[in-house]
T-cell receptor, first 115, second 111 residues
Framework: DSGVTQTPKHLITATGQRVTLRCSPR?????VYWYQQSLDQGLQFLIQ???????AKGNILERFSAQQFPDLHSELNLSSLELGDSALYFC??????????????FGEGSWLTVV | TQLLEQSPQFLSIQEGENLTVYCNSS?????LQWYRQEPGEGPVLLVT?????EVKKLKRLTFQFGDARKDSSLHITAAQPGDTGLYLC???????????FGTGTSLTVIP
């Protein structure tokens, strides 16, 4: 158990709809990351938040948005869904260890299927 | 542009064989992590290497960080079917807390 919690684990929705994925980072972690992983692709970085503020942006579509709340949990909002948005969406949080620096830990992912 | 390139992309071997997976970059990283991911699950951290030239062993897995901290390798001795999965390397640059993931190596160990 990485300590990163994601809900829901599975989600099936229709094209054009909107969904929200939720993530609770490891206790004490200030950074939250969102990644997308499709069947034939590696991890695609979407966006990173640090203590409530957007820190870095990757290949995130304009139809997608995210935020991190004061209690540090984060939500990824996906709207106007298309078939191609079907993927595993991972949340991760990072911890700084004095001996090894920053280390990233992943949740178990949210399976999104758009039909 | 992919910051971290892994090779090979796919590897299928017989149980008991040895293998090495490489993770290469032209950039210097303050640390590098290796993860294993099984289908439908999140990547699980295997190891973090920090010092150039560092070698870490985890049972049958040996991880090495290049002297210049630009590359790393993962060697598996006497592979088992349970080693099957996607192996990912991830580098953390010196500044900031971004992570850059490699392209991944999909390993299949045939019983």
């Amino acid at each position: 158990d990485s300590g990163v919690t994601q809900t829901p684990k599975h989600l099936i929705t229709a094209t054009g709809q909107r969904v929200t994925l939720r993530c609770s980072p490891r206790s004490g972690d200030l950074s939250v990351y969102w990644y997308q992983q499709s069947l034939d692709q590696g991890l695609q970085f979407l966006i990173q938040y640090y203590n409530g503020e957007e820190r870095a942006k990757g290949n995130i579509l304009e139809r997608f948005s995210a935020q991190q709340f004061p209690d540090l949990h984060s939500e990824l909002n996906l709207s106007s869904l298309e078939l191609g948005d079907s993927a595993l969406y991972f949340c991760a949080s990072s911890t700084y260890h004095s001996q090894v620096g920053n280390t990233i830990y992943f949740g178990e992912g949210s399976w999104l299927t758009v039909v | 542009t992919q910051l971290l390139e892994q090779s090979p992309q796919f590897l299928s071997i017989q149980e008991g064989e040895n293998l090495t997976v490489y993770c290469n970059s032209s950039s210097v990283f303050s640390s590098l992590q290796w993860y294993r991911q099984e289908p439908g699950e999140g990547p699980v951290l295997l190891v973090t290497v920090v010092t150039g030239g560092e070698v870490k062993k985890l049972k049958r897995l040996t991880f090495q960080f290049g002297d210049a901290r630009k590359d790393s390798s993962l060697h598996i001795t006497a592979a088992q079917p349970g080693d099957t999965g996607l192996y990912l390397c991830a580098g953390a640059p010196r500044t900031g807390n971004q992570f850059y993931f490699g392209t991944g190596t999909s390993l299949t160990v045939i019983p």
